[in-house]
């Protein structure tokens, strides 16, 4: 799996209920139903579905939701979430976005919802 597809997926909410019963299949053995139920009621195409398996098989948690994704951005590419947080606080949302997805690989739906995440959490604190 190339780095860009692992921070792809790990920055794409999975409900919990779809991670459990994806690491239980994965678990019997059967990593084509796991990646099956893990497309089902995501956002995750076939290929970040695959990838999500693989790292639910490491033990790999991923998030359940935007804010968690949040997290696991600032862990993984504390540069790019500064950056991408400056824009969004500044009222550049388009741009950030863009950023966002130029850096990550995400697609525009979850790039943007990251953003809005972003400018949520800044709200609140």
């Given at each position: 799996?190339?780095?860009?597809?692992?921070i792809r997926?790990?920055?794409?909410?999975?409900?919990?209920p779809?991670q459990?019963a994806?690491?239980?299949?994965?678990?019997d053995g059967?990593?084509?139903q796991a990646?099956?139920?893990?497309r089902?009621g995501?956002?995750l195409g076939l290929?970040?579905?695959?990838?999500a398996a693989?790292?639910?098989a490491?033990?790999?948690?991923?998030?359940?939701s935007?804010?968690e994704?949040i997290?696991?951005?600032e862990?993984?590419?504390?540069?790019?979430?500064?950056?991408?947080?400056?824009?969004?606080?500044?009222g550049d949302?388009?741009?950030?976005?863009?950023?966002l997805?130029?850096?990550?690989?995400?697609?525009?739906?979850?790039?943007?919802?990251l953003?809005s995440?972003l400018?949520?959490r800044?709200?609140?604190?």
């Amino acid at each position: 799996m190339s780095t860009d597809a692992t921070i792809r997926t790990r920055l794409t909410p999975v409900p919990r209920p779809a991670q459990e019963a994806a690491r239980a299949l994965l678990r019997d053995g059967h990593r084509t139903q796991a990646v099956v139920r893990l497309r089902k009621g995501t956002d995750l195409g076939l290929r970040q579905a695959a990838a999500a398996a693989d790292l639910l098989a490491e033990d790999v948690r991923l998030p359940a939701s935007h804010q968690e994704a949040i997290d696991v951005l600032e862990e993984l590419l504390p540069d790019v979430h500064r950056e991408v947080a400056a824009m969004a606080r500044g009222g550049d949302e388009v741009r950030a976005t863009r950023l966002l997805r130029q850096e990550t690989g995400v697609g525009l739906v979850i790039g943007y919802q990251l953003v809005s995440a972003l400018n949520e959490r800044d709200r609140s604190a």
